[in-house]
DNA sequence: TTGTACGCGTTATCAA
DNA sequence: TTGATAACGCGTACAA
C-alpha cells in the first residue's frame, strides 16, 4: 500500500511516466476532464507508485487549508473524548490538530497563539473558559472559531442546557424529600454555565430544605478534602456535586466517615459506573454536541454567517443506585 | 497580538515594507548575517505586523515537515493522556497529529494510511498491538516509525517491564498467603505483554496455591460479567486483573455478591484512588515512558540508526486499602 | 482533451 | 551584508 522509497513521487515523476503534462494528472486527480484513455493509463500508474498529493503544497497553492486546531482542557474525559469522536465521525476532509491546555488558562492561551502561527485553518475550543485576554485574542482572530461549553455572547457556540439540567434535578430532588443537603459546587466566575446555572434549579427546589453550599474546584482531591470537612461537622442524607468527579471525592469522604447519604452528580463519566455505588447524574450527550460543533464550524467557516451563532443540548438525569 | 487582517501578511510584504529583499528577511528570520539597522528596522515591522512564517511553504520548500502522526487506541485514560503529556512536555519544534483508533485494528490500519497521505514526518504508535496487516503496513513505510507497549523485534520501541511487574507481584502475593485466588487476564494473542509477561511471576508465585484463571477483555463490562459468574460458583480472597479497569469490573460483582475479596490491579489509572477501597496495583510511569518515545523518536528521524532500539520502563507496586 | 506558464510563501545559491 | 533568482509540489488560467 506504502511506497517504500525514501524519496516521495511527485505529480510530476506520474506525469513524466505517463508521458502527459502534469496539468493533466492534476485535473485528473480533481476530477476534471480526461480522456477514458489517459485517466486508466494515469490510474495504473498512480496505483503503483502509491501517489499521494504533497497537502503542503496543496494548501499553499489552494490559499485555504483542512487543518482544524482543537483545544481541550483535558484529555482523561469521556465528555472530551466524546466530543472529539464526535468530531471525527463527522470529518471527512479536514485534519484536526488536538491540543491538551491541561485545564491553565496560559496553556490555553499559548495553545491558541502556537495554533496562529501553525497555520490552522480554524480553532474549537472545548470546554472553553475564557479569561479576558483569552476572549481579546480569540476576537482579534481572522479565523473561523467556535466554542463549546459557556453561553458566550460574542461567539458562535455550542452549549448545554444547564439550567434545563438543574430543573430537572431539583425536580428529582422533591421526590426524594431530603432533610439535610450539601452542595458541592465551583466558583461562579471560573465556571458560570457549571456554578451558576446548573444550581439555579437547584436551589430553586431546596428553597424550604436544609441546606449548605461549599465551594471547591473540579479536582477529585480538593472536592474530597472540602467535603470532608463539611461532613464532619454535619450528617447530610444527600449530597449534590456539581460535577461527577466532584461527587467522587464526597463519596470517598462518606466512605471515610461512615456515612451513607444519596449523591447526584452532572456529567457522564467513568466515574457514574464505576464507583459502587453507581452514581445518579445528570447526563449530556457529548457524541452528539461533538457532531454539532462539527457542523457548526462548517458553517462559521464556509458560509460566514454575519449573526453569532448558538446551538444548545440538552440531557437527561439517569437514576442510579446512588440515590435508591 | 494577532493580526486582525484577513489577508495573511507574507515575507514578501515585511520585505517591501521594510525596503529590503525578500532573502534579507528570510536571512534575518534564519540567524544569516544582517546588519544591526536593517535587524532593528525589520523587527519593529515584523512586530507590528505580527508576521509569522507560512508553515506550508517551510514545509514544502525544506522538504521535509515536524508533523508527527500519534495514534493512540483511546484518548479517555490517564496512561494515554499521561504519555502525550511526556511527549508534548519534551517536545519543541514538532506538531502531533493525535488520531484515536478506538481499540480497532481496521481503524488503527486506516488511521496510519492516513497519516502518510497526510504527509506526517513520522508515526508514534501507542498502545500498539500489532496484526500482521500493519506490521507489513508499517514495515512499508519510508517514514520514521516508534512503537509503544509491545515487544516488537522489528520496530524501535518502547515497552513496559511486564515481566519484572508480574515478578514485583507475585512477591507480594506471597506476603497476602492467600488461599484461592481468581486471575483476570487477557488473550495472549490480542496482547502478549500484558496476557503473558504480566502473568508469568503471579504463576510462578501461585504454584501451590489454588488459583482459577479467567480470560476476559478490556472491557470493563466484560470484566464484571465474567468475574460475576466465576465468583458465583467460587468463593475467593484474591482476585488480580490485567489491568486496573478489570480489577473494578471484579470490584463490582463481589460488591454485588457481598463478597471481599483483596484486588491487586495493573497500571496507573482513575480507577485506582477513585474505587473504594482504593486499588493497590502495579504502577508505570507513562509520562516518563511519553518522554522517552520522543527521544527514541529523534533518534530514529535525525540518527537513522541502523539496529533496531529497544527502551524498557520499569515501574512498582502501590499498595492501597484494596489488600489491607 | 491537452499542454504551457505562472504563482502560492519560503529557503538556498550565487553574484554583486 | 545584500539582492536577484531558482526551486519545492501543486492547481489553474489560458491557449492550443
Request: a neutral charge; charged letters at 25%; hydrophobic letters at 40%.
Amino acid at each position: 500500500m506504502i511506497n517504500s522509497m525514501n524519496k516521495k513521487v511527485t505529480i510530476n515523476d506520474i506525469a513524466t511516466i505517463a508521458n502527459v503534462a502534469k496539468s493533466t494528472v492534476s485535473r485528473y486527480l480533481n476530477g476534471g476532464s480526461v480522456s477514458e484513455h489517459t485517466r486508466l493509463k494515469i490510474d495504473r500508474i498512480v496505483a503503483q507508485y502509491n501517489y499521494t498529493p504533497n497537502t503542503f503544497a496543496q494548501s499553499l497553492k489552494q490559499q485555504k487549508n483542512h487543518t482544524i486546531g482543537v483545544i481541550v482542557p483535558r484529555l482523561d474525559s469521556i465528555a472530551q473524548s466524546d466530543m472529539l469522536r464526535g468530531l471525527d465521525d463527522l470529518n471527512k476532509d479536514d485534519t484536526f490538530l488536538i491540543v491538551n491546555a491541561y485545564q491553565d488558562a496560559k496553556r490555553e492561551l499559548a495553545a491558541i497563539e502556537k495554533l496562529h502561527s501553525q497555520n490552522v485553518g480554524g480553532i474549537i475550543l472545548l470546554t472553553a473558559n475564557l479569561t479576558d485576554e483569552i476572549r481579546d485574542v480569540l476576537k482579534a482572530s481572522p479565523l473561523p472559531i467556535v466554542i463549546q461549553g459557556q453561553d458566550e455572547p460574542n461567539f458562535h457556540r455550542v452549549i448545554m442546557d444547564d439550567l434545563a439540567a438543574g430543573k430537572a434535578v431539583g425536580q428529582y430532588i422533591k421526590t426524594l424529600a431530603p432533610k439535610n443537603v450539601l452542595l458541592l459546587n465551583v466558583d461562579t466566575k471560573i465556571d458560570q454555565a457549571v456554578g451558576h446555572d446548573r444550581f439555579v434549579g437547584i436551589k430553586a427546589a431546596l428553597a424550604e430544605t436544609p441546606h449548605q453550599e461549599i465551594i471547591t474546584d473540579f479536582k477529585l482531591d480538593t472536592a474530597k478534602a472540602d467535603s470532608y470537612q463539611a461532613m464532619q461537622t454535619d450528617d447530610f442524607d444527600l449530597v449534590i456535586g456539581a460535577t461527577d468527579r466532584i461527587v467522587v471525592g464526597a463519596m470517598q469522604s462518606a466512605f471515610a466517615l461512615k456515612q451513607h447519604p444519596k449523591f447526584i452528580g452532572f456529567g457522564q463519566s467513568f466515574f457514574s459506573e464505576t464507583v459502587s455505588p453507581n452514581l445518579t447524574s445528570f447526563e449530556f450527550n457529548f457524541y452528539e454536541t461533538g457532531k454539532q460543533l462539527y457542523r457548526l464550524f462548517l458553517k462559521v467557516r464556509d458560509d460566514k454567517p454575519v449573526d453569532v451563532q448558538r446551538v444548545i443540548m440538552n440531557g437527561h438525569l439517569v437514576v442510579r443506585e446512588s440515590t435508591e
